[in-house]
């Protein structure tokens, strides 16, 4: 079974840090790109962050980049995301997405994060 | 990068038919056939209905479908049911190094 599950989520301080894990299951890992996505309590998707298949490029969206980091091992079939400088507007479920032709056709069932100021 | 723009709400009856739309710029869904739609239910994780533009992933019903004209795609579902009733959320690949994607604002339809 094609599967993403997400860890790491929880509380933290408003400057505080969290590392998400995503590990990915039933598929080749390597044919594809890897994305985060989150979600703030009712509101929409937003795109985070992508990583390519080796982990050759990255890229982020404005509102996270220079404080979160994603990588990968493709060796252990993970996705990790270092998220620094934790502000109140990161509070959301983190989704681990993989992509296929461009698209996000497996998600994770998510993961909660919660910066408290 | 801007979202995309999508209507906040959409409905009609069971059986009729009811069309999002999603409009972007000549950097997103007017540059690339990469846009894709996500429908979420309540509480739940999206899925994907349509992807490059007009394409079905196995599973998903015919009564889905996809469009695109300039910078403006649409998801037409057709034969409305009780459990089309979501959220429906588009995306374009950018191709930046800046939201090398970007999502629309959500569209909730209602089946009447």
């Known amino acids: 079974e094609v599967q993403l599950v997400e860890s790491g989520g929880g509380l933290v301080q408003s400057g505080g840090s969290l590392r998400l894990s995503c590990a990915a299951s039933g598929f080749t890992f390597t044919y594809h790109w890897m994305h985060w996505v989150r979600q703030a309590p009712g509101q929409g998707l937003v795109w985070v962050s992508h990583i390519d298949n080796n982990g050759g490029r990255t890229t982020y969206a404005d509102s996270v980049k220079g404080r979160f980091t994603i990588s990968r091992d493709n060796a252990k079939n993970m996705v990790y995301l270092q998220m620094n400088s934790l502000r109140a507007d990161d509070t959301a479920v983190y989704y681990c997405?993989?992509?296929?032709?461009?698209?996000?056709?497996?998600w994770g069932h998510g993961t909660m994060v919660t910066v408290s100021s | 990068q801007s979202a995309l723009t999508q209507p906040p709400s959409a409905s009609g009856s069971p059986g009729q038919s009811v069309t999002i739309s999603c409009t972007g710029t000549s950097s997103d869904v007017g540059g690339y056939n990469y846009v894709s739609w996500y429908q979420q239910h309540p509480g739940k994780v999206p899925k994907l209905m349509i992807y490059?533009?007009?394409k079905r992933p196995s599973g998903v019903p015919d009564r889905f479908s996809g469009s695109k004209s300039g910078n403006t795609a649409s998801l037409t579902v057709s034969g409305l049911q009780a459990d089309d009733e979501a959220d429906y959320y588009c995306?374009?690949?950018?191709?930046?190094?800046?939201?090398?994607?970007?999502f629309g604002s959500g569209t909730k339809v209602t089946v009447l």
């Open positions: 995306t374009s690949y950018t191709g930046s190094n800046n939201n090398f994607y970007v």
């Open positions: 997405v993989r992509d296929r032709n461009l698209a996000f056709d497996i």
């Open positions: 490059e533009v007009t």
